[in-house]
Nanobody
Framework: QVQLVESGGGLVQAGGSLRLSCTAS????????MGWYRQAPGKQRDLVAT???????NYADSVKGRFTISRDNVKNTVYLQMNFLKPEDTAVYYC???????????????WGQGTQVTVSS
């Protein structure tokens, strides 16, 4: 099986920065897309940023210019550097990855357990 373990959430003042990390482990043959989503209380889970195995990235308009996604393919890890944080960035942030398991011919989507990010005004 595969596990995604996130870290780096916490409480920060508006204008501050945080860096989230997510590492995939287990029976992994290859990882295609990795990304971050977030879910605020009472709202749906929304895309924040994604990164393909080839390095292309995609961002939600609300975080463009403030957040940067990157990945270390050797370590099976994806990062989210969040700068100039705003109170509206407060949410549980979830890591997501499309992973092909060892011995499988198809990929499936995996989710982390989520990490809380709280931005105070």
């Amino acid at each position: 099986q595969v596990q995604l373990v996130e870290s780096g959430g916490g409480l920060v003042q508006a204008g501050g920065s945080l860096r989230l990390s997510c590492t995939a482990s287990g029976s992994i043959f290859s990882i295609n897309r990795m990304g971050w989503y977030r879910q605020a209380p009472g709202k749906q889970r929304d895309l924040v940023a994604t990164s393909s195995s080839g390095g292309s990235t995609n961002y939600a308009d609300s975080v463009k210019g403030r957040f940067t996604i990157s990945r270390d393919n050797v370590k099976n890890t994806v990062y989210l550097q969040m700068n100039f944080l705003k109170p509206e960035d407060t949410a549980v942030y979830y890591c997501n990855a499309d992973i092909r398991n060892t011995g499988s011919y198809t990929s499936r989507s995996y989710w982390g357990q989520g990490t809380q990010v709280t931005v105070s005004s």
